[in-house]
């Protein structure tokens, strides 16, 4: 079935059986690494970092040198699809994302045009074949995008945003409008995972994280039909085997049941919810990807170790369990703690799949 030397990430998210939990992290490769930091200095910027597919790759494989990790992930940023559309994005220390010129005119946003992932996104998809021959087949690597929902946010709100005026405005105001919008950004996001399916990834995440800002009503039409609309889209056998698909819905947990029926193989569950409850809300429909506490890491060997216990034991017996966090490693994280986590799910985790 795999090139890969180590495929459990893969057999989990299928949800066939593994010997052990396999573990990857969101946001492993970050500022919580010296040799991160030492790499962005290097670059100068984020921007420049995420554009220069040989410091992409390299900062793509630290986080699998230094930890027996069960997967790579890409380093780049969800917001690359709405800068190749030319909002002129800037990454501001201390800020975050910031769009010069945001949308939020019918002719702004009937302006837009999907990007050729090829001739816009090329640096991407460089880093992705060249981390592909560093791996070598070690471990799998996943790629992603932004949900269409999350990535409009910031096109309109023209950056981050605690109250989502400017979106919702337009949700309520010209729902159509915002259709559109979500149309384009869902068309140019389906396009940009096929081309990192071609470039050699071997799963693929979409990441929701501002699904929590809506109304349930909300979040069904205006982020999980587009949701779907990627995952019909996307290519899922390559490489003479299923490419599987992760939802990530950061506070969605009120509407684990719909999503689970969005076309994806697995979801990602933040630290909000159960995950006992969640196996057993969504029926085996799909895999798991979660859920501890970020926050954990700043606590010593011994309560790390409990934590894991308690989150093996919620999730039970079986397969379909990748272990992860419940959002991203936090950067002041010291990285003899992640040591310390990956270690612990990899010994205490057997037992589960006797």
Not at 25 to 43: I, K
Not at 61 to 78: C, G, K, N, T, Y
Not at 161 to 189: N, T, Y
Request: charged share 25%; net charge negative.
């Amino acid at each position: 079935m795999s090139h890969l030397k180590n495929d459990s990430l893969l057999r989990a998210l299928l949800r066939e059986p593994v010997d052990v939990t396999p573990i990857w992290l969101m946001r492993q490769a970050g500022r919580y690494l010296p040799e991160y930091r030492d790499v962005r200095r290097r670059a100068g910027d984020f921007l420049t970092l995420c554009r220069t597919p040989a410091l992409a790759c390299e900062v793509t494989l630290q986080p699998v040198r230094r930890f027996p990790l069960d997967a790579a992930i890409l380093f780049s940023d969800i917001l690359v699809i709405p800068d190749a559309m030319g909002l002129g994005l800037s990454i501001e220390e201390q800020v975050g994302p910031r769009f010069a010129d945001p949308v939020g005119s019918e002719k702004e946003i009937r302006g837009l045009r999907i990007p050729d992932p090829e001739r816009d996104l090329g640096y991407v998809l460089e880093a992705i074949r060249l981390a592909q021959r560093e791996l070598s087949g070690e471990v799998p690597l996943i790629g992603f995008c932004g949900s269409p929902w999350t990535v409009a946010t910031y096109m309109v709100e023209g950056g981050s945003s605690r109250d989502f005026q400017k979106i919702k405005r337009l949700l309520f105001e010209r729902p159509e409008l915002l259709h559109h919008l979500l149309g384009v950004v869902a068309a140019a996001s389906g396009a940009y995972l096929n081309a990192q399916v071609n470039a050699g990834v071997d799963a693929v995440m979409i990441f929701d994280s501002w699904a929590g800002a809506l109304s349930r009503n909300a979040y069904l039409q205006f982020s999980l039909e587009y949701i779907r609309r990627i995952l019909e889209t996307v290519t899922r056998a390559a490489h003479g085997r299923r490419i599987p698909a992760i939802v990530f819905s950061r506070g969605g947990g009120a509407w684990i049941e719909e999503t689970a029926r969005c076309g994806c193989d697995a979801i990602g569950v933040d630290w909000t919810q159960d995950l006992g409850d969640a196996r057993r809300r969504t029926g085996g429909m799909v895999a798991l990807q979660g859920n501890l506490d970020p926050a954990v890491l700043f606590a010593p060997e011994s309560s790390i170790r409990e934590e894991t216990t308690i989150l093996l034991e919620s999730y039970g017996k079986g397969c379909g369990h990748v272990f992860n966090l419940g959002h991203g490693v936090l950067p002041d994280t010291d990285p003899e703690r992640v040591a310390t986590l990956v270690a612990a799910v990899h010994e205490l985790s057997r037992p589960y799949h006797l």
